[in-house]
């Protein structure tokens, strides 16, 4: 049976309990700026009664429950929409890193412009042409040596160029295994106080939301997957990996390929502490890895590949002439790559203008001259090879530039939909925060009414006729 006292019992649950849910309330609006944090609700929950056998127990009367109690602080997260924008940042960040890297070979290649290579290839084969109008001037002899240097400097800085993003991207790659690292011991650091706190009945709402913010970090890095386990851990694998199981972290190494020129015979290599090989289909360490291991390559195989078609084409015209003293002359270039590409002839006087003469006598007939001029509309020559090489450098740095633009928007989009299924709304707190201030001044009134009865019941009991 209810007594007279239990309607005390029944108004503290309720000052309790709706002070816990106003406490709550007061948490999601002093985080309502908080990155990553995930908004809470108190659940309540009524308390039943307990009846025993007795008088009045099957009467409503004996039945009326015990009040309220807070059950439980749940989290409002949506496992289905974090796991969706987890994979929306880990593209987005793919898909920048990948820009990242053309938008530096572009840049390099300086096209179009006045001064670009284009240009400097132009005046190169001009001077040649001005040369066979003058066949013997020594001046545009020279003129022709400096136009060639300088096509020679503009290929050997922009191969350096190629080196040198090469390098600073390899040390980025080592930062980012590192952080890959780092972030996987404090996922499996924060699982052991998760599951700590959850095995003695406490919530640990705030470490959960530090953890999701660290496995978005993680999918940032190398995508991956994750799953809740019912201790409240997650586990955390990229392609079949696991990186993150309980309280164990895996590793993250990378070795080799730490220039272009020994990525073929020492290649870039990452595995994990397991010995299996990591291979990432998303996230900026693959970016990151693309970017070594095709983009910068194929620059720097484009550069190498102007640089020996210029020599080959110019060296096979150059060696069938002879200079002004009558002499054979043999290649105008030395080198195959850029690297090596040089100007071999210091002498202007040896430049091989006229075709060699049978009577071995000085011949200013400029055929080689012209010969050279006509490279410049060979459909093989090197003014097509480097056209070619910004052409592809242009379409896929837009098509790059596109992919960046809707995956952004896809990560925003996804972050917008965390916010509205997570995140908190101060119109909605403060609805809230109303509401549980008014059912907790109801309780006070039912707490003064019980009292005010009690004190009928205790001080004027038995005071009839007095």
Same mark, same amino acid.
């Given at each position: 049976?209810?007594?007279?006292?239990?309607?005390?019992?029944?108004?503290?649950?309720?000052?309790?309990?709706?002070?816990?849910?106003? !406490?709550? !309330?007061?948490?999601?609006?002093?985080?309502?700026?908080?990155?990553?944090?995930?908004?809470?609700?108190?659940?309540?929950?009524?308390?039943?009664?307990?009846?025993?056998?007795?008088?009045?127990?099957?009467?409503?009367?004996?039945?009326?429950?015990?009040? #309220?109690?807070?059950?439980?602080?749940?989290?409002?997260?949506?496992?289905?929409?974090?796991?969706?924008?987890?994979?929306? %940042?880990?593209?987005?960040?793919?898909?920048?890193?990948?820009?990242?890297?053309?938008?530096?070979?572009?840049?390099?290649?300086?096209?179009?412009?006045?001064?670009?290579?284009?240009?400097?290839?132009?005046?190169?084969?001009?001077?040649?042409?001005?040369?066979?109008?003058?066949?013997?001037?020594?001046?545009?002899?020279?003129?022709?040596?400096?136009?060639?240097?300088?096509?020679?400097?503009?290929?050997?800085?922009?191969?350096?160029?190629?080196?040198?993003?090469?390098?600073?991207?390899?040390?980025?790659?080592?930062?980012?295994? !590192?952080?890959?690292?780092?972030?996987?011991?404090?996922?499996?650091?924060?699982?052991?106080?998760?599951?700590?706190?959850?095995?003695?009945?406490?919530?640990?709402?705030?470490?959960?939301?530090?953890?999701?913010?660290?496995? @978005? %970090?993680?999918?940032?890095?190398?995508?991956?997957?994750?799953?809740?386990?019912?201790?409240?851990? #997650?586990?955390?694998?990229?392609?079949?990996?696991?990186?993150?199981?309980?309280?164990?972290?895996?590793?993250?190494? #990378?070795?080799?390929?730490?220039?272009?020129?020994? &990525?073929?015979?020492?290649?870039?290599? &990452?595995?994990?502490?397991?010995?299996?090989?990591?291979?990432?289909?998303?996230?900026?360490?693959?970016?990151?890895?693309?970017?070594?291991?095709?983009?910068?390559?194929?620059?720097?195989?484009?550069?190498?590949?102007?640089?020996?078609?210029?020599?080959?084409?110019?060296?096979?015209? %150059?060696?069938?002439?002879?200079?002004?003293?009558?002499?054979?002359?043999?290649?105008?270039?030395?080198?195959?790559?850029?690297?090596?590409?040089? #100007?071999?002839?210091?002498?202007?006087?040896?430049?091989?203008?006229?075709? @060699?003469?049978?009577?071995?006598?000085?011949?200013?007939?400029?055929?080689?001259?012209?010969?050279?001029?006509?490279?410049?509309?060979?459909?093989?020559?090197?003014?097509?090879?480097?056209?070619?090489?910004?052409?592809?450098?242009?379409?896929?740095?837009?098509?790059? %530039?596109?992919?960046?633009?809707?995956?952004?928007?896809?990560?925003?989009?996804?972050?917008?939909?965390?916010?509205?299924?997570?995140?908190?709304? &101060?119109?909605?707190?403060?609805?809230?925060?109303?509401?549980?201030?008014?059912?907790?001044?109801?309780?006070?009134?039912?707490?003064?009414?019980?009292?005010?009865?009690?004190?009928?019941?205790?001080?004027?009991?038995?005071?009839?006729?007095?």
């Amino acid at each position: 049976m209810s007594s007279t006292f239990s309607g005390l019992s029944t108004a503290l649950n309720a000052l309790m309990s709706q002070r816990a849910a106003l !406490t709550v !309330t007061g948490q999601n609006i002093a985080n309502a700026n908080t990155v990553g944090y995930t908004r809470q609700r108190a659940e309540l929950a009524s308390v039943l009664s307990s009846t025993k056998a007795g008088m009045m127990s099957g009467t409503a009367i004996g039945n009326n429950g015990g009040g #309220v109690t807070v059950s439980s602080i749940r989290r409002l997260a949506d496992a289905f929409v974090d796991a969706r924008q987890r994979d929306a %940042h880990s593209n987005a960040s793919y898909a920048t890193a990948q820009g990242a890297a053309l938008d530096q070979v572009e840049g390099m290649l300086g096209e179009p412009s006045t001064n670009g290579l284009s240009a400097q290839l132009s005046d190169f084969w001009g001077a040649w042409q001005g040369l066979s109008n003058n066949p013997d001037s020594v001046p545009a002899r020279q003129a022709l040596l400096s136009k060639a240097a300088t096509i020679v400097g503009t290929i050997k800085q922009g191969r350096a160029s190629v080196d040198s993003a090469f390098t600073d991207t390899r040390a980025q790659l080592d930062a980012l295994v !590192t952080d890959v690292n780092t972030t996987a011991k404090s996922i499996a650091d924060l699982n052991d106080q998760i599951r700590a706190l959850t095995a003695g009945g406490n919530p640990p709402n705030e470490l959960i939301d530090q953890r999701d913010q660290l496995s @978005l %970090h993680l999918s940032e890095l190398v995508g991956g997957r994750s799953t809740t386990n019912d201790d409240g851990t #997650v586990s955390i694998s990229v392609n079949g990996v696991s990186v993150v199981s309980g309280t164990r972290a895996a590793t993250l190494a #990378v070795s080799g390929g730490n220039t272009i020129d020994t &990525l073929a015979a020492t290649p870039l290599q &990452l595995t994990w502490s397991s010995g299996s090989t990591a291979t990432f289909g998303s996230g900026q360490v693959a970016g990151t890895i693309d970017a070594l291991t095709s983009t910068f390559v194929d620059a720097a195989n484009s550069y190498d590949q102007v640089a020996s078609v210029l020599a080959s084409s110019v060296n096979a015209v %150059h060696s069938t002439g002879q200079d002004l003293d009558a002499v054979a002359t043999g290649d105008f270039f030395a080198g195959t790559t850029a690297k090596t590409l040089s #100007v071999a002839i210091t002498d202007p006087r040896k430049i091989g203008a006229a075709a @060699l003469a049978p009577d071995g006598k000085p011949s200013l007939d400029a055929s080689v001259a012209d010969a050279m001029a006509a490279l410049a509309t060979s459909r093989t020559g090197a003014d097509v090879q480097w056209s070619s090489f910004v052409a592809a450098t242009g379409v896929a740095a837009a098509m790059a %530039h596109s992919n960046v633009s809707v995956r952004t928007s896809i990560s925003t989009q996804s972050d917008a939909n965390r916010a509205s299924a997570s995140g908190v709304s &101060l119109d909605e707190e403060m609805s809230n925060m109303l509401m549980f201030q008014r059912a907790y001044e109801g309780a006070g009134r039912v707490m003064t009414a019980v009292d005010e009865m009690l004190d009928t019941l205790i001080n004027r009991t038995g005071q009839v006729g007095r």
